[in-house]
């Protein structure tokens, strides 16, 4: 594999200092091909130079951020993979930074060898990140999950919700339509229901769509 180009955006000049040094110090594997105190400058210049990866700050001076940078690079010069360094790790910033185009998400604290260890992950395909933004992005994926589950519940009646939970506790059918003084058939009627509007064919199926996160 030949040299990986690298550009930096980013406007402090001690961190871009670093990072050219880190970039540059590794025997020709890694080359640190341009360097942008703004984020305009960027955009107008790096389209053309043919940088396999940028490290991109998000609070960038001007009127444009680097998640916007990205999103208008990604276009431009869509061949370049584009990582964000930045000191801020919500959720917003993270996803923002991803649906702009980012394939990459690290933060300052990274480690000096970590940080060229993504440089070359993301020239290969990857998706490198901290671990601190991994774990937001999973959690994210889980909380989404839950909520869908959730969801799944509110589609069914009062009473069938308690029927539902009879059922996730073991209950038999006659034992439910004794308990809320009901017949089998109408136990089996609301059941169909539930089936029906959880779009499952079983009980085992019914209780994990609507409780398995629960669990």
């Known amino acids: 594999m030949g040299t990986i180009?690298?550009?930096?955006?980013?406007?402090?000049?001690?961190?871009r200092q670093m990072l050219m040094a880190l970039i540059d110090g590794h025997g020709g594997e890694y080359n640190c091909a341009a360097v942008f105190e703004?984020?305009?400058?960027?955009?107008a210049a790096l389209?053309?130079?043919g940088i396999d990866v940028a490290l991109v700050d998000i609070h960038m001076p001007g009127g444009m951020s680097g998640i916007e940078c990205v999103r208008q690079l990604k276009v431009r010069a869509p061949k370049t993979?584009?990582?964000?360094?930045?000191?801020l790790e919500d959720a917003d910033n993270i996803f923002n930074a991803l649906q702009a185009g980012a394939t990459g998400y690290l933060t300052k604290s990274t480690a000096p060898d970590k940080i060229l260890e993504a440089i070359k992950d993301a020239h290969?395909?990857?998706s490198p990140m901290s671990s601190q933004v991994?774990?937001?992005?999973?959690?994210h994926f889980y909380n989404a999950d839950t909520r869908k589950k959730e969801n799944e519940l509110e589609k069914l009646?009062?009473?069938e919700q308690e029927i539902l939970d009879l059922l996730s506790?073991?209950?038999?059918?006659?034992?439910?339509?004794a308990k809320l003084f009901v017949s089998v058939e109408t136990v089996r009627k609301h059941i169909h229901n539930i089936y029906e509007k959880l779009q499952v064919n079983s009980r085992t199926d019914a209780l994990n769509k609507a409780y398995s996160h629960k669990r």
């Open 5 to 15: 180009k690298v550009a930096v955006i980013e406007d402090q000049a001690q961190t």
């Open 38 to 43: 703004n984020t305009e400058d960027a955009v």
């Open 47 to 49: 389209p053309g130079m």
């Open 81 to 87: 993979e584009y990582i964000m360094c930045t000191s």
């Open 124 to 126: 290969n395909g990857g």
């Open 134 to 139: 991994a774990r937001k992005v999973l959690g």
């Open 157 to 159: 009646s009062a009473r």
């Open 169 to 177: 506790k073991g209950y038999r059918y006659k034992e439910i339509a």
